[in-house]
């Protein structure tokens, strides 16, 4: 699989991923964030491909010593393929290695929770039913501690060095 940076040509692909996850992760309210996200230039986002087609994409946004992890997600059919992991394990590595960052926040529904509670994350906060009723939003957050840091990278570079190509685009990341 090939991650590389987003384009504008990647438009109605990662929309296609988007509206794969609609009702069940996303609302169609929130396409006009998600495209006010991906046209802005926020912060780098990032797109996987497989067979030279959009299956996957998330970016990340600095904030101060913090980034978020923004729209990150897999077209449903792949889900639980490992997609999600590895683009989630290189955005991570970016992150612990940009100077003066000390936290990692996200938000998420319900659904994906397990998923980054595993991989470290700390749950804040939750909002019953703010994505739609059943499905609730939650506010995450990762410590980026030197401890952690030991801890969190190496596996994760194993993930993205086993499952993924890197476009020479990309920032340097280690």
């Keep these: 699989m090939l991650l590389r ?3 504008r040509a990647d438009r ?3 929309l296609a991923v988007f509206r794969s996850n609609v009702p069940a992760s996303f609302t169609e309210a929130e396409e006009p964030d998600f495209l006010r996200f991906v046209d802005g230039e926020v912060g780098p986002y990032f797109v996987l491909e497989r067979e030279e087609r959009v ?3 998330g970016g990340i946004a600095c904030r101060e010593e913090r980034v978020d992890l923004c729209w990150g997600m897999v077209e449903e059919r792949l889900h639980r393929q490992g997609l999600g992991l590895a683009l989630t394990a290189f955005r991570l590595c970016l992150a612990c290695q940009l100077p003066g960052i000390q936290e990692v ?3 998420t529904s319900s659904d994906t929770v397990g998923f980054y509670t595993r991989l470290g994350f700390t749950l804040d906060r939750t909002v019953p039913d703010a994505i739609r009723p059943g499905l609730h939003l939650l506010y995450l957050h990762l410590e980026l501690t030197e401890d952690t840091r030991r801890r969190v990278r190496p596996p994760l570079r194993e993930v993205v060095r086993e499952r993924l190509r890197l476009d020479s685009r990309l920032p340097p990341w280690e």
């Design 55 to 57: 299956v996957a994409c």
């Design 12 to 14: 109605d692909a990662v």
């Design 5 to 7: 940076p987003y384009q």
């Design 105 to 107: 926040h996200l938000n």
